[in-house]
Structures are given as structure tokens and as C-alpha cells.
């Protein structure tokens, strides 16, 4: 299995309260996403990173930041917690283009925002 | 930009009976194409992928995708599916060149009866 981890793997919040999420890599790969997953919507991007200090936004990405201070971790921060943030959070890693194409993903955070 | 639609949201067939999971894909450049298997409460795991070179691509569990770019289209086939086979399957696509967005299709859910 691909080194990916992603922590906490449960978590109960409050509305207007904040929540950072960790993906943590151990296979030194360049890009990492995060996404989100509901029920209709499929997995929708949030953000993603094509290197350390090098982030992106997705198709969702009110609401969030991200940071990536080092290669092998990609932080997702939700400033003010609300009730249509309660998902199941993926993150994915991937090292590149042609063959090493083939993304990772994570076993998933569930959030819930109460 | 790109954007992927799955046409089913979810696909009832009997066991041992043959499958079709249809994905249409829009994109201003050339793509990478994959398909992607969760089963329960599980993470996501890449069934195939297309490249480059034959149309044709043969991926884990006996499913194989098509690759036709006339029609914009990826669709995923298996002969004879099992009771295994009971999942969410996702479409994705991702730029050949340039920021390496993975962009994911809403998913559909297969469901096989015996």
C-alpha cells in the first residue's frame, strides 16, 4: 500500500469552530489533493499542491485553505466550521506525469459539523 | 477546464450477467483517463488507465475501458460480474500537460443481485 495517512480518521466539531486536517505521505511524491466526497456530488477537488509552498484551488474551495510547509505533509484548515462542511475528506498523492500518473488515496476523515 | 459526467448514477445487474458503466468527458486538452473502484468504507483504488497508445485498456478484476476520443467517452466493461464487484466506480480525468488537476466524475453505484 502506498504510504499515505491521513489523521484524525473521526471528528466531531462545532459549528464556528476550526479543524485542520493532516495527509501525511511517505513516498516523497510531488502533488497532493485534497477532496471532498457526498453523496450525488462524487469527489469534488478542494485544493491541491504541486510542491512545498505551491498550492491550487479546486472546484470547492470556499471555506478552505491549505498549507504545505514540507514535502510529505498537506494540511487542510476549515477557519470557521460549518454544518455543509460535514463530509468524508480524501486526500490523494501522486508522483507525476506519463507512468507515474496513478493517484493514492487516503482511507478518508469523516467530519461532522454539528 | 475539465469536467467529467458519469451517466448512471447507479447500475442494478444480476450476477454473471454483463456490465456497462458509461463516463463522457469535456476538456480543452489532452487528457490522462481512469477509472476508479471504492468499495465500502473504504478508500479509493485505481481499476485501469489510459495513457496513451491502444484504445483498449485492460485493468484489475477482469474490467477493461475503451478510450474514444471522437465521442469524448471512457466507459468501463466487464463480461461477467460477481457479487464482489458491489461498489462505487468514479471516472477521472487529468491534464497531459500543464496543472495536474484530477478531476473526478458524481460516481456510479453498481449493485449486484444474485
Known amino acids: 500500500d502506498a504510504g499515505i495517512t491521513q489523521s484524525p480518521r473521526h471528528k466531531v466539531t462545532e459549528t464556528g469552530t476550526p479543524v485542520t486536517l493532516r495527509c501525511h505521505q511517505t513516498?516523497?511524491?510531488?502533488?497532493m489533493y485534497w477532496y471532498r466526497q457526498d453523496p450525488g456530488h462524487g469527489l469534488r477537488l478542494i485544493h491541491y499542491?504541486?510542491?512545498?509552498?505551491?498550492?491550487d484551488k479546486g472546484e470547492v474551495s470556499d471555506g478552505y485553505s491549505v498549507s504545505r510547509s514540507k514535502t510529505e505533509d498537506f494540511l487542510l484548515t476549515l477557519e470557521s466550521a460549518t454544518s455543509s462542511q460535514t463530509s468524508v475528506y480524501f486526500c490523494a498523492i501522486r508522483g507525476g506525469g506519463g507512468e507515474r500518473t496513478e493517484a493514492f488515496f487516503g482511507q478518508g476523515t469523516r467530519l461532522t459539523v454539528v | 477546464a475539465q469536467s467529467v459526467t458519469q451517466l448512471d448514477s447507479q447500475v442494478p445487474v444480476f450476477e454473471e450477467a454483463p456490465v456497462e458503466l458509461r463516463c463522457n468527458y469535456s476538456s480543452s486538452v489532452s487528457v490522462y483517463l481512469f477509472w476508479y473502484v471504492q468499495y465500502p468504507n473504504q478508500g479509493l483504488q485505481l481499476l485501469l488507465k489510459y495513457l496513451s497508445g491502444s484504445t483498449l485498456v485492460k485493468g484489475i478484476n477482469g474490467f477493461e475501458a475503451e478510450f474514444n476520443k471522437s465521442q469524448t467517452s471512457f466507459h468501463l466493461r466487464k463480461p461477467s460480474v460477481h457479487i464482489s464487484d458491489t461498489a462505487e466506480y468514479f471516472c477521472?480525468?487529468?491534464?497531459?500537460?500543464?496543472?495536474?488537476?484530477?478531476?473526478f466524475g458524481q460516481g456510479t453505484r453498481l449493485t449486484i443481485n444474485p
Open positions: 513516498e516523497n511524491h510531488r502533488y
Open positions: 477521472a480525468v487529468s491534464p497531459i500537460q500543464g496543472a495536474q488537476k484530477l478531476v
Open positions: 499542491s504541486y510542491g512545498v509552498k505551491d498550492t
